[in-house]
């Protein structure tokens, strides 16, 4: 069994009630743990709530990350 920790995030609010979270997880399970960054979008219910759509994760190497990030500014 493997449980997520959110070590940090931060949101990007974009539209009516959408946002982007950024956050650097930690998945801990009985082989050890991994640090990874998610990047997930989601939105706001009525009631303030959080509800995810999708959810995907970067290489925690650095090299890689500020690969994806150039190429995200390319756009």
Do not use: C, Q
């Amino acid at each position: 069994m493997v449980e997520f920790e959110t070590i940090t995030a931060e949101e990007v609010e974009f539209g009516r009630n959408n946002f982007i979270e950024v956050a650097r997880k930690k998945a801990v399970g009985d082989d050890g743990e991994r640090e990874f960054v998610s990047l997930s979008r989601g939105y706001h219910l009525p009631d303030g709530t959080k509800k995810w759509k999708a959810s995907i994760t970067l290489p925690d190497e650095e090299e890689k990350r500020e690969k994806i990030a150039e190429l995200i500014k390319k756009l």
